[in-house]
């Protein structure tokens, strides 16, 4: 998936009111509102893979290859690198609490499964 340069900020202009950039703010958060919901459904196909095979949720040294990654990425964007992995620690953090979920659900049914697929 390609994300880079597909999402342009029209700035303020003589043509546009802060009333316009304040929409373009709401649909940008949207997006990433989009773009977590579906990185979280992701998180839930792995959890449910590693609980099929007995593979324990956290898996410290690819968590430390995502914090360094997301590092590099920020850098690239113009995005403070600790803004982005404090970011990203809370995300991460929350896909591990939806996978133990899921694990320790055993294959039922169960609320983590659910909201992680919705």
């Not at 703010?25 to 839930?44: N, S």
């Not at 920020?74 to 609490?97: K, N, V």
Request: glycine content about 6%; overall charge neutral.
């Amino acid at each position: 998936m390609k994300i880079r340069n597909s999402m342009t900020f029209s700035g303020i202009t003589d043509m546009n009111t802060l009333e316009d950039c304040r929409r373009e703010i709401d649909a940008f958060d949207e997006a990433i509102l989009a773009m977590l919901a579906l990185r979280f459904r992701a998180c839930a196909a792995i959890a449910r893979y590693k609980r099929d095979r007995g593979i324990p949720m956290l898996q410290p040294a690819r968590a430390a290859a995502v914090v360094l990654r997301i590092r590099r990425l920020a850098s690239e964007y113009g995005i403070g690198a600790d803004l982005a992995e404090g970011l990203y620690t809370l995300i991460m953090a929350e896909s591990c609490r939806l996978g133990e979920e899921i694990i320790a659900a055993n294959g039922s049914t169960d609320r983590a499964t659910h909201a992680a697929t919705l």
